[in-house]
């Protein structure tokens, strides 16, 4: 492990970016505090504060790590042109090359190297990330440092079908987490125009994600999952209801335009308390309202109106509202209204918290509790984990 310097000033921004990297680690099955921690890590300028930096430093401590301990080896089918036969004779072109006049002949045999599948999709987002990140000058150096003890590697033309193409075994399951990142490098960087070294990600443009909602469901599901505790589980991924239309005439097909009642996330108590869970990721998830004040100046008649100052009140959206009601009124139909409830739940967007709890008139008259929450993803990440295991309470 590199040894941390001094813990420089940390920002929303550097937060934001490695707990992203959290977040990742737990949609992608894993989540642990170690590989976690190896994210924090303080350069020449500071804390990390762009993905490819980050993902960067994380390959090339794992990749550091894995050459002391020795890099992946397996048997890979090499091509050789000598003056003695090793492995299967190459007849065909042997002849066709007419190596057998020079005392030569072509065969093919398999050699225990490090240069598997596995070292080349890495390598070749290393460099990749070298090219077109636009890497911090002191990842940039280690990146540079490391790749010379990759020699016996090649690089690659890589294609999606090689991430399938891969075989992880007890043998070389630390390679498990390195290669995702290299997917997910691989998926979503978007080319650079003109050979800028700007490297941006397709799911994290603009802002923060371009398909970030299923991003942030998946991470909160399985967050739940691990974290909840033994009295809470994660119910089926996908919980379906029956929607409460139904066509007026059952030959006619018309259900087929109904979209089907599925959550994100639903949670189940051992006591019986059923949590759906709607999760929301927007730069801007609230409606804002503009106020005029009324202000009457001397001599104007009564009820005189003059537009003065303007204010912004913040609204929930009745979408989302009437979204999680829907699946909140679904549960009840289905299994009864007792302990059903319901938690919006959004990524607070800068220096926008928001706190609120309705009680709202479920099915046949039941009372039931809908909360509304802000997740603050620029706060340390132990306060995030705090604050999502706190809206089970």
Not at 48 to 61: C, G, K, R, Y
Not at 75 to 94: A, D, F, H, N, T
Not at 196 to 201: G, I, K, N, V, Y
Request: charged share 30%.
């Amino acid at each position: 492990m590199v040894a941390e310097a001094p813990v420089a000033a940390e920002s929303p921004a550097d937060r934001r970016v490695r707990n992203l990297y959290h977040m990742l680690l737990y949609v992608w099955g894993k989540y642990d505090k170690d590989l976690a921690d190896s994210a924090r890590v303080v350069g020449s300028e500071g804390e990390i504060s762009s993905l490819p930096n980050l993902f960067a430093h994380v390959l090339a401590e794992a990749v550091s790590q894995q050459l002391r301990r020795g890099l992946y080896r397996d048997y890979q089918p090499k091509e050789e042109v000598g003056p003695r036969i090793r492995g299967q004779l190459q007849v065909g072109p042997s002849v066709g090359r007419m190596l057998f006049r020079q005392g030569l002949a072509q065969c093919v045999f398999d050699e225990f190297s490090p240069d598997t599948l596995h070292n080349r999709i890495i390598k070749t987002t290393l460099l990749r990330l070298l090219r077109e990140g636009g890497l911090d000058a002191d990842i940039a150096l280690r990146v540079r440092m490391l790749l010379p003890r990759l020699h016996e590697v090649s690089e690659l033309d890589l294609r999606a079908r090689h991430f399938s193409e891969v075989r992880l075994h007890r043998n070389n399951r630390e390679y498990s987490l390195l290669l995702d990142i290299c997917r997910f490098v691989f998926e979503e960087a978007m080319p650079t125009p003109h050979g800028d070294q700007a490297m941006t990600f397709r799911a994290f443009a603009g802002d923060w994600f371009k398909r970030k909602g299923k991003l942030f469901q998946v991470f909160v599901s399985r967050f739940y999952e691990l974290r909840g505790g033994s009295p809470w589980s994660v119910r089926d991924k996908k919980t379906h209801f029956t929607h409460p239309l139904a066509a007026k005439d059952s030959k006619s097909g018309d259900e087929q335009f109904l979209q089907q009642l599925e959550t994100d996330v639903m949670l189940q108590h051992v006591s019986g308390r059923k949590i759906i869970v709607e999760c929301k990721f927007y730069g801007q998830p609230f409606v804002a309202k503009s106020n005029q004040w009324r202000e009457k100046e001397e001599g104007e008649p009564e009820g005189a109106i003059k537009a003065g100052n303007k204010s912004e009140v913040r609204k929930l959206s009745n979408e989302h509202l009437l979204q999680l009601g829907a699946y909140m009124d679904g549960l009840t139909r289905e299994e009864g209204a007792k302990g059903v409830e319901g938690l919006l739940l959004y990524v607070q967007p800068d220096d926008q918290p928001l706190s609120t709890d309705f009680v709202r008139e479920g099915v046949a008259g039941a009372k039931q509790s809908l909360r509304v929450r802000c997740l603050d993803l620029t706060k340390p990440w132990d306060q995030v984990e705090a604050d999502l295991l706190s809206y089970l309470g």
